[in-house]
C-alpha cells in the first residue's frame, strides 16, 4: 500500500517550487521548481523518478508513495486555469490584490487565504447543484 505524502506548491518571486512535507523519515527528500506550477510538479515527479532509478542502482526498494499536492494561493492560480478577474469578482474580493498574490508579489494574510477557500467551495456547491443546463437554450421567434 502506497505511504500518502504532503507536497506543498508554493509561488515564488520567478519560480514555482514543490517539496515533500513531513517525510523526513524517508532518508530522502524531493523537490521541483518550474515557471508553473504544473512544470514544477513536472520537475518534482522527474525526482521522484530519479531517486527510484538511484535507489534500484543500489539494490534497494524505494518506497511506493502516493503525493497529495497542495497549494499556496499563487501555485492554485497557476495550476488551475481560472481568470483571476473573473474570480476576484466572483467572490467579491479585490482583483488587483488577488492578482498579487496570484504572481506572488504579496503573501495573502490567513484571512484572505480563508476568503479564496470558501469562494472555491461556493463555486464547488454552485456546479454541483446542477446550474448549468444540461442542453441549449431553445430559440424563440
Do not use: W
Not at 524531493?30 to 504544473?38: P, S, V
Request: glycine share 10%; hydrophobic share 40%; with cysteine.
Amino acid at each position: 500500500m502506497a505511504r500518502k505524502i504532503k507536497v506543498m506548491v508554493e509561488t515564488g518571486r520567478d519560480l514555482f517550487s514543490c517539496f515533500m512535507i513531513g517525510a523526513g523519515d524517508l532518508g530522502f527528500g524531493l523537490h521541483g521548481d518550474g515557471k508553473t506550477a504544473r512544470s514544477a510538479i513536472q520537475d518534482f515527479c522527474l525526482a521522484r523518478d530519479e531517486m527510484r532509478a538511484f535507489y534500484e542502482k543500489q539494490g534497494k526498494d524505494f518506497p511506493e508513495l502516493e503525493f497529495d499536492f497542495m497549494f499556496d494561493v499563487g501555485a492554485f492560480f497557476s495550476y488551475y486555469p481560472i481568470n483571476v478577474t473573473a474570480f476576484a469578482e466572483y467572490s467579491g474580493m479585490n482583483a488587483s490584490l488577488l492578482r498579487q498574490y496570484a504572481c506572488g508579489l504579496k503573501k495573502p494574510a490567513q484571512k484572505t487565504i480563508d476568503k479564496v477557500r470558501d469562494a472555491v467551495g461556493n463555486f464547488i456547491r454552485d456546479i454541483d447543484a446542477g446550474r448549468l443546463i444540461d442542453r441549449p437554450v431553445p430559440q424563440y421567434i
